[in-house]
């Protein structure tokens, strides 16, 4: 799981005059064709390798980009690849080397400047949502946190009072009538700080709260406002006898509900601000066009879905088709996905994408934008008068 903590380490880090190596390495689905992956990443550091032997480069950064080879290399023959991309940032005269398992697929792509390309990266964990679980019932409570897949235990509350009838002295000292419900209370008031704390310092966005049925209304009740508006989802279990697995499945379907649920509001809200002239664009030719110009302030893509198209190297230009970039004339190339072409436009240009699982309008139109400003006349319009 990637945590703040290590993604803040890495954009904070500077080579202090020595380059940064960024690498994105997308790893295929089946493993039988991972044997290829050392050899894609060498064909990656072979970009800037002439570097390595470059005099107008001084001899400790030479040195280091030297030493990023070796550690990358290294790191390919280790074989510990998993399902999605992994992203490489290394500065070995800094000492620094970070890898990541990101749980989507990029383009294959290698970067060295002075400071990391994280740009990639955050596009992609900016379509995951980080979940805080609860699993409460009137005596203790079980905190989990879900991110990109993983679960992973965060801490255990147990009210600690006694809770059995032969403590008198505790009766007549405190003269509760109805201990249970006092006690449960007080317990549900602990948990309850005990979740805010968290969302305040852990990075949580979102809460899921599961246990007796009968008892996840009373404890809502407890939590602050501006906690309870990020409860999304609720699931029914007995926290005395369920696994983690069971705990895992249930959380697992309701973050899924959300989540779809998320994406229909999502691309409901693209399509009625296009039909009323807003600052947005739908399918896959206004699309190209808005990535070309940079208007593109979110991108909703249909999930798996891909088309050729071309593109223009020198300026951006993107397209379903042409042989020419009517901007600079410079030869257009083939793309079997130019839609993965406009995905990567977007997230280098500082826009965000989503890729949209949930059976919506989108499957007619492919793709969606939210745009920065409205987008100006295409030159193939102009040149044939038609206009818009």
Same mark, same amino acid.
């Given at each position: 799981?990637?945590?703040?903590?290590?993604?803040?380490?890495?954009?904070?880090?500077?080579?202090?005059? *020595?380059? /940064?190596?960024?690498? +994105?390495?997308?790893?295929? @689905?089946?493993?039988? !064709? $991972? #044997? &290829?992956?050392?050899?894609?990443?060498?064909?990656?550091?072979?970009?800037?390798?002439?570097?390595?032997?470059?005099?107008?480069?001084?001899?400790?950064?030479?040195?280091?980009?030297?030493?990023?080879?070796?550690?990358?290399?290294?790191?390919?023959?280790?074989?510990?690849?998993?399902?999605?991309?992994?992203?490489?940032?290394?500065?070995?005269?800094?000492?620094?080397?970070?890898?990541?398992?990101?749980?989507?697929?990029?383009?294959?792509?290698?970067?060295?400047?002075?400071?990391?390309?994280?740009?990639?990266? *955050?596009? /992609?964990?900016?379509? +995951?949502?980080?979940?805080? @679980?609860?699993?409460? !019932? $009137? #005596? &203790?409570?079980?905190?989990?946190?879900?991110?990109?897949?993983?679960?992973?235990?965060?801490?255990?509350?147990?009210?600690?009072?006694?809770?059995?009838?032969?403590?008198?002295?505790?009766?007549?000292?405190?003269?509760?009538?109805?201990?249970?419900?006092?006690?449960?209370?007080?317990?549900?008031?602990?948990?309850?700080?005990?979740?805010?704390?968290?969302?305040?310092?852990?990075?949580?966005?979102?809460?899921?709260?599961?246990?007796?049925?009968?008892?996840?209304?009373?404890?809502?009740?407890?939590?602050?406002?501006?906690?309870?508006?990020?409860?999304?989802?609720?699931?029914?279990?007995?926290?005395?006898?369920?696994?983690?697995?069971?705990?895992?499945?249930?959380?697992?379907?309701?973050?899924?509900?959300?989540?779809?649920?998320?994406?229909?509001?999502?691309?409901?809200?693209?399509?009625?601000?296009?039909?009323?002239?807003?600052?947005?664009?739908?399918?896959?030719?206004?699309?190209?066009?808005?990535?070309?110009?940079?208007?593109?302030?979110?991108?909703?893509?249909?999930?798996?879905?891909?088309?050729?198209?071309?593109?223009?190297?020198?300026?951006?230009?993107?397209?379903?088709?042409?042989?020419?970039?009517?901007?600079?004339?410079?030869?257009?190339?083939?793309?079997?996905?130019?839609?993965?072409?406009?995905?990567?436009?977007?997230?280098?240009?500082?826009?965000?994408?989503?890729?949209?699982?949930?059976?919506?309008?989108?499957?007619?139109?492919?793709?969606?934008?939210?745009?920065?400003?409205?987008?100006?006349?295409?030159?193939?319009?102009?040149?044939?008068?038609?206009?818009?």
């Amino acid at each position: 799981m990637i945590t703040a903590q290590e993604i803040d380490r890495v954009i904070r880090f500077d080579g202090d005059g *020595l380059p /940064v190596v960024s690498v +994105y390495l997308s790893v295929p @689905v089946d493993p039988a !064709d $991972r #044997a &290829a992956l050392p050899t894609r990443l060498s064909g990656l550091l072979h970009q800037f390798r002439p570097r390595v032997a470059d005099e107008r480069l001084g001899r400790e950064q030479r040195m280091s980009l030297r030493g990023d080879i070796e550690r990358l290399e290294a790191a390919a023959s280790e074989e510990m690849w998993t399902r999605g991309t992994i992203a490489l940032f290394s500065c070995s005269g800094r000492g620094m080397f970070e890898r990541f398992d990101l749980p989507r697929r990029t383009r294959d792509r290698v970067m060295v400047d002075a400071t990391p390309w994280v740009r990639p990266m *955050l596009a /992609v964990l900016d379509e +995951y949502h980080r979940y805080c @679980v609860a699993v409460v !019932d $009137r #005596a &203790a409570a079980w905190i989990w946190e879900v991110y990109q897949d993983e679960i992973r235990a965060v801490d255990r509350l147990r009210d600690e009072f006694p809770r059995k009838p032969d403590f008198a002295a505790w009766f007549a000292e405190y003269g509760v009538r109805n201990r249970t419900e006092e006690l449960s209370k007080r317990h549900f008031r602990l948990v309850a700080t005990r979740l805010a704390d968290l969302f305040r310092t852990g990075g949580c966005e979102l809460l899921i709260v599961g246990g007796h049925r009968h008892e996840i209304t009373p404890f809502l009740g407890f939590l602050p406002d501006a906690l309870r508006a990020r409860v999304v989802g609720t699931f029914a279990l007995d926290p005395g006898t369920s696994t983690p697995d069971d705990i895992r499945k249930l959380a697992d379907h309701a973050i899924e509900q959300y989540e779809r649920a998320e994406e229909r509001r999502e691309v409901s809200r693209l399509l009625e601000t296009a039909s009323g002239g807003g600052l947005a664009a739908v399918g896959l030719r206004d699309c190209l066009w808005a990535g070309t110009v940079t208007a593109v302030r979110h991108l909703a893509v249909e999930d798996g879905a891909t088309a050729p198209g071309v593109v223009c190297e020198r300026d951006g230009w993107l397209a379903r088709s042409g042989d020419a970039c009517p901007l600079c004339g410079a030869p257009a190339r083939r793309s079997s996905d130019v839609l993965g072409d406009l995905v990567e436009q977007v997230v280098d240009d500082g826009g965000t994408v989503r890729h949209v699982r949930a059976e919506t309008g989108l499957r007619r139109h492919v793709a969606a934008a939210a745009l920065r400003f409205p987008l100006p006349e295409r030159p193939e319009d102009a040149a044939a008068g038609t206009g818009g």
